[in-house]
């Protein structure tokens, strides 16, 4: 009786052994499928990551331009809403799209703007007898769009440039509203 004991006790752990590590290979490919999904995931941000780090340094590099100066930036915007796209993440396209727009009116000399900095883009509003003055606009990352700046310090001030009065900024808000992209 014993050995009848030991036969399906060896039995039961030759057929167990290949039905666990059966499961087991599946459980494991699946915890690898998920993790790969995972590390692809983390690559794609990596890559968009990257792609706004080199933007930043096309940025500071270029500073201050108007015309074919500012083409790195330009160029590079559009990069990193590709790498957005790439990703998957629609908030940053929108907004990466919106940054290559806005840089590519300052590298074509766009009428409306006057230049761009690493703190945002010049809107040139002519005021009455001549005279004209800049509103400091930026890409709000939540509208996806071009907007007044908050906060309007740092412009350059040239000859035949004034300080803009508070009711110019309504207006140019008013205008950037209407802009299509």
């Known amino acids: 009786m014993a050995g009848v004991f030991a036969v399906i ?73 590709a790498a957005a796209l790439q990703a998957g993440d629609a908030d940053q396209y929108r907004y990466w799209k919106t940054v290559e727009y806005a840089d590519s009116l300052c590298y074509q000399s766009d009428d409306r703007f006057d230049g761009c ?9 002519w005021l009455p007898r001549d005279r004209r003055c800049f509103v400091r606009l930026i890409v709000d990352p939540a509208k996806g769009r071009l907007v007044v700046a908050p906060d309007q310090s740092g412009i350059p001030q040239y000859s035949g440039f004034d300080q803009c009065p508070a009711k110019i900024f309504d207006k140019v808000a008013a205008i950037l509203e209407n802009w299509s992209y």
């Open 9 to 81: 006790a060896v039995a039961i752990a030759i057929l167990r052994g290949p039905v666990l590590t059966h499961l087991e290979r599946k459980e494991r490919e699946a915890m690898l499928q998920q993790e790969n999904q995972v590390n692809n995931l983390n690559v794609e941000q990596r890559v968009l990551q990257d792609a706004i780090d080199q933007y930043d340094i096309a940025k500071r590099v270029t500073g201050h331009y108007w015309g074919s100066k500012g083409v790195d930036r330009y160029v590079h915007a559009g990069l990193v809403a």
């Open 117 to 125: 900095d690493e703190a945002g883009y010049f809107y040139r509003m």
